[in-house]
């Protein structure tokens, strides 16, 4: 008797097309929308997937369009999501995203923040103050904003899971100074974090990408050193010790998936590169 009851339990809960890593869950992620380009993007490939796994998605972005174009893949497959405009870099923003959440969904089980810019960064000695500070403000301040008024919803459910993208930049050596220390910030922030509140059984970790194909990096930089994309790739390509080709989106998306699951509930306060061994050559 015992056991056909298991069956049924698990048969009732496990259901066609349904995958139950995050099922019920719900997840927040900032940055759910993309650069406009030929690939996807590492926030749109992680909605897309957190859907796909069962979780409900509040799909947070400054660019409504490009936010709802996710909600549009989403809803396709049959999932769950919503889309929420702020700007990460305003804390009245990253507060009432954490309440509507909370309004729609009741509870607030994964934050995910993939937000991150590099445009007009430089080494030193030329990059002017003004760049800094908004390198500072958009990749290091806002997720700490971001992650502040979660947090506090966080610890009343006493359950949670931060991640937070970084970059490989933040430990390799880079000529890119506001980028470099901002991502070092990111590891940093969210070791603090996961200290601050393990007692509480709120879980924080932080995923460092390599080189990516993503509309982000192939775009942008192709654009600044007005090279043919493919020409880039080539580039990048050559770069990564792993078959020597770059990762995608989906490999962010898919680390995110693990870390946000209950297969990763013992692991917090750790930085875990997804980047085909670059950061492995260090030393």
């Known amino acids: 008797m ?3 009851q298991i069956f049924v339990y698990y048969a009732n809960l496990v259901k066609p097309g349904v995958s139950v890593r995050i099922h019920d869950k719900v997840a927040i992620v900032v940055g759910a929308g993309q650069t406009p380009g030929e690939t996807i993007g590492n926030g749109r490939a992680t909605a897309l997937l957190f859907a796909r796994e069962g979780a409900k998605v509040l799909l947070v972005d400054r660019d409504e369009q490009s936010a709802a174009e996710t909600q549009q893949l989403i ?4 999932g769950d999501s919503a889309v929420c405009i702020a700007d990460i870099t305003r804390e009245a923003d990253c507060r009432r995203f954490a309440g509507e959440c909370l309004k729609r969904y009741g509870r607030i089980d994964i934050l995910q923040n993939v937000v991150g810019i590099g445009t007009g960064d430089r080494g030193p000695t030329s990059l002017d103050a003004e760049t800094f500070e908004h390198l500072m403000e958009v990749n ?6 971001s992650c502040k008024h979660v947090i506090p919803h966080m610890r009343e459910q ?4 931060i991640t937070n993208i970084s970059s490989g930049a933040a430990v ?14 990111v590891n940093a922030l969210t070791h603090t974090i996961a200290m601050g509140n393990a007692e509480r059984g709120i879980r924080a970790n932080v995923v ?11 775009e942008s930089h192709a654009a600044a050193r007005g090279v043919d994309r493919n020409q880039l790739r080539l580039e990048r390509n050559r770069a990564v010790p792993l078959n020597r080709k770059m990762g995608t989106a989906w490999d962010v998306a898919h680390a995110s998936l693990f870390l946000a699951s209950d297969e990763a509930g013992f692991i917090t306060g750790i930085v875990l590169p997804v980047d085909g061994g670059q950061s492995a050559r260090i030393g």
């Open 2 to 4: 015992y056991f056909i």
């Open 158 to 161: 006493g359950s949670g899971v």
């Open 208 to 218: 460092m990408p390599g080189l990516l194909d993503t509309p982000m990096a192939i």
């Open 75 to 78: 809803t396709a497959e049959g």
């Open 140 to 145: 290091l301040k806002g997720m700490f904003f």
């Open 172 to 185: 390799m050596s880079v000529p890119l100074l506001g980028y470099k220390v901002s991502k070092a910030g």
